[in-house]
């Protein structure tokens, strides 16, 4: 889901109390429709306790796709936990030719309670094409624990880079 506010209310917004919060509000909605996963398939539904063999959300298996959550979900195949400050990213954001081709919506999982017992693929990197509604996993950095991938210029022609922060908490499987 997103929300869109109007930039010039929401930047004077807090020096203000003259309107609702609600005035600065734009659009909103559903934005995910598709979800496609490390291996470029569509994710789809979870085969129960045993393995996923196309369609596993790697961000809640092992390689394999065998689910290794600490938890088993009640009322979902999978989950995205935690997309940590989505934001988009703007085509050729330092100048013509410069940066990314396309605008880019990129998000990633923070953090997940994994089982310590099991073998686990990790949290993934996410880019949302917004026209297409759908959300692609783009790489697994780690076992958890990113708080941002942001794209930077790296100054070296047409090179770009995306770093990712490292979010500090001690993870705990229990």
Request: net charge negative; hydrophobic share 35%; glycine share 10%.
């Amino acid at each position: 889901q997103y929300v869109d506010y109007d930039r010039s209310l929401f930047s004077s917004y807090m020096g203000t109390t003259d309107m609702p919060a609600s005035d600065m509000v734009v659009g909103m909605g559903d934005m995910i429709e598709r979800v496609v996963n490390l291996k470029g398939e569509l994710v789809g539904k979870r085969n129960g306790e045993s393995e996923t063999a196309v369609g596993a959300h790697y961000g809640n298996t092992d390689a394999n796709g065998k689910y290794t959550m600490w938890k088993m979900p009640k009322e979902a195949d999978w989950f995205l936990q935690s997309l940590c400050s989505a934001h988009l990213e703007q085509k050729h954001q330092w100048g013509e030719g410069i940066g990314l081709e396309d605008n880019m919506f990129i998000t990633n999982e923070e953090w997940a309670n994994f089982a310590l017992d099991q073998e686990f693929v990790g949290q993934s990197a996410h880019a949302l094409d917004l026209e297409s509604k759908t959300l692609y996993a783009v790489g697994a950095f780690a076992n958890g624990g990113f708080e941002k991938n942001v794209e930077i210029n790296v100054r070296l022609g047409q090179c770009t880079s995306v770093l990712c922060s490292r979010f500090c908490l001690s993870l705990s499987s229990q």
